[in-house]
């Protein structure tokens, strides 16, 4: 897949109301979702998609066919056994691969933790430095794709591409500059499930850019699902495939956005989670 693929392919709080569209169709989601494009591509364009490195996993998994394909049993989506939005099961785990969490079920609950964790760990800054990137990449992903793919990430993180995102050669942003790469799961499911693999969806939105007085790149949301296929390797689940597909994407608030400066003490100053169906 391409960077710029949206079928191949890795955040804001406080009370919003809702906008109806231009036109007055009463289709909440129907016209008013985007403001038209700029005539330069902006950072958002630049790294839509890198933000989780799906581009660059796709990349490395290309030919292997259709990434949502599965095998084993389907899951009987009229169970009713989750509930969408609140946390279930057994509790979050407490074991880590440095900083990512480890030691899932063998279960589809901790399929859905272990996709949604690693969404999160792809999704993050360490990923624009090439230690951190390897040790994620090493940490997330089935052992027999790990040097194929660290090999087309660090390619695609190329001195170019990091200055197109306002970071210097070893992925660091400029001083005084605070440089925000998150991911936010939102909600999980799983597509297929057997007792060695899983097809897990993960809605997120996601963080990216510059923060600080006299950005030039300040730092925007997008929205996406990424669509991971694991493998139970190791006592553990591990990626061995990963697509990125557009939204779904809310109508916009009309919360006022913050400045530079607090963007960037938000970053330092708060926290992630462990995620946990």
Not at 25 to 51: E, M
Not at 217 to 234: A, E, R, Y
Request: charged share 20%.
């Amino acid at each position: 897949m391409s960077l710029g693929d949206d079928n191949d392919g890795f955040g804001g709080s406080g009370q919003t109301r809702t906008r109806l569209p231009e036109g007055g169709t009463g289709d909440v989601y129907g016209g008013a979702r985007r403001q038209p494009a700029r005539n330069s591509r902006s950072l958002i364009t630049v790294v839509g998609v890198v933000v989780l490195l799906i581009a660059a996993i796709a990349f490395a998994n290309r030919g292997n066919g259709d990434d949502t394909a599965t095998t084993g049993s389907s899951r009987d989506k009229s169970s009713g056994t989750d509930t969408p939005t609140a946390a279930t099961g057994v509790p979050p785990v407490t074991g880590k691969n440095g900083q990512i969490p480890k030691g899932f079920a063998r279960d589809e609950q901790g399929a859905q933790s272990a996709a949604s964790n690693y969404a999160v760990a792809l999704g993050s800054d360490g990923m624009f430095q090439p230690g951190p990137r390897r040790d994620i990449i090493h940490a997330t992903h089935d052992p027999a794709v790990v040097t194929g793919l660290v090999k087309s990430l660090d390619a695609s993180y190329s001195q170019g591409f990091l200055a197109a995102v306002g970071l210097d050669a070893n992925g660091a942003a400029p001083t005084g500059l605070t440089f925000v790469s998150r991911t936010v799961p939102v909600g999980s499911k799983v597509l297929a499930f057997t007792n060695d693999s899983a097809t897990v969806e993960v809605w997120c939105t996601g963080l990216v850019g510059l923060a600080g007085e006299g950005s030039t790149k300040p730092v925007t949301s997008t929205w996406f699902t990424l669509t991971q296929s694991l493998k139970w390797v190791g006592n553990d689940w591990r990626i061995t495939s990963s697509k990125q597909t557009e939204g779904p994407t809310p109508v916009n608030g009309d919360n006022r956005a913050s400045t530079a400066d607090e963007i960037a003490k938000a970053v330092e100053g708060y926290g992630g989670f462990t995620y946990a169906r």
